[in-house]
């Protein structure tokens, strides 16, 4: 009997919480500053993934094809530096929040790895243009933005979290490692 007064109880209140109009708060920002931080870090995948497109369709023979990948990887570092501003201005994340962008992360990271490899396959037309140290320098340059990126989402993340954090960023300073070795 006394298990049929709680469940009653249960959901008495759990009918009159999903009736409650709901307040909005300074709380309410944060779920909108989680898709901000979402949709910064896709839009800098979906940039890396023109830049794999342009490296992985160079021939290495077309000025036209070095001046777009070019362009394109100083739209990557523009990308990584735009999700670095929206982490610092983002509130500090929740657990829940923080775990919710494994999927998101480990993502970018497979077209990094991808794009990477592209770049490392490359290298010899890359050295055949004259471009081996200004390919070097971009990879450094890109490697900086996520290292200051991942400081500042670390920053951001709960203690409880913050080695999960820290693993993805070690898989991103791997990723460009090897890379800029391939071109030292």
Same mark, same amino acid.
């Given at each position: 009997?006394?298990?049929?007064?709680?469940?009653?109880?249960?959901?008495?209140?759990?009918?009159?919480?999903?009736?409650?109009?709901?307040?909005?708060?300074?709380?309410?920002?944060?779920?909108?500053?989680?898709?901000?931080?979402?949709?910064?870090?896709?839009?800098?995948?979906?940039?890396?993934? !023109?830049?794999?497109?342009?490296? =992985?369709? &160079?021939?290495?023979?077309? *000025? /036209?094809?070095?001046? %777009?990948?070019?362009? #394109? @990887?100083?739209?990557?570092?523009?990308?990584?530096?735009?999700? !670095?501003?929206?982490?610092?201005? =983002?509130? &500090?994340?929740?657990?829940? *929040? /923080?775990?919710?962008? %494994?999927?998101?992360? #480990? @993502?970018?990271?497979?077209?990094?790895?991808?794009?990477?490899?592209?770049?490392?396959?490359?290298?010899?037309?890359?050295?055949?243009?004259?471009?081996?140290?200004?390919?070097?320098?971009?990879?450094?340059?890109?490697?900086?933005?996520?290292?200051?990126?991942?400081?500042?989402?670390?920053?951001?993340?709960?203690?409880?979290?913050?080695?999960?954090?820290?693993?993805?960023?070690?898989?991103?300073?791997?990723?460009?490692?090897?890379?800029?070795?391939?071109?030292?």
């Amino acid at each position: 009997m006394l298990f049929k007064n709680v469940i009653v109880a249960a959901t008495a209140f759990f009918g009159y919480a999903a009736a409650s109009p709901v307040v909005l708060t300074e709380k309410s920002v944060e779920p909108r500053q989680v898709a901000n931080i979402r949709a910064a870090l896709l839009n800098t995948q979906a940039e890396t993934v !023109t830049l794999s497109n342009l490296f =992985s369709a &160079a021939t290495g023979a077309d *000025q /036209a094809e070095v001046a %777009a990948i070019r362009a #394109q @990887s100083a739209v990557v570092l523009a990308s990584i530096n735009t999700a !670095t501003g929206v982490v610092n201005a =983002s509130p &500090a994340l929740t657990l829940v *929040q /923080a775990l919710g962008f %494994a999927t998101t992360i #480990q @993502s970018l990271q497979t077209t990094l790895d991808n794009t990477l490899d592209i770049v490392v396959a490359k290298k010899p037309q890359v050295d055949a243009l004259g471009l081996t140290s200004e390919v070097h320098q971009t990879l450094i340059d890109q490697k900086a933005a996520i290292d200051t990126f991942g400081t500042a989402f670390l920053g951001k993340v709960p203690t409880a979290a913050q080695s999960i954090a820290q693993g993805y960023i070690d898989d991103f300073n791997t990723s460009f490692n090897a890379a800029i070795a391939a071109y030292a």
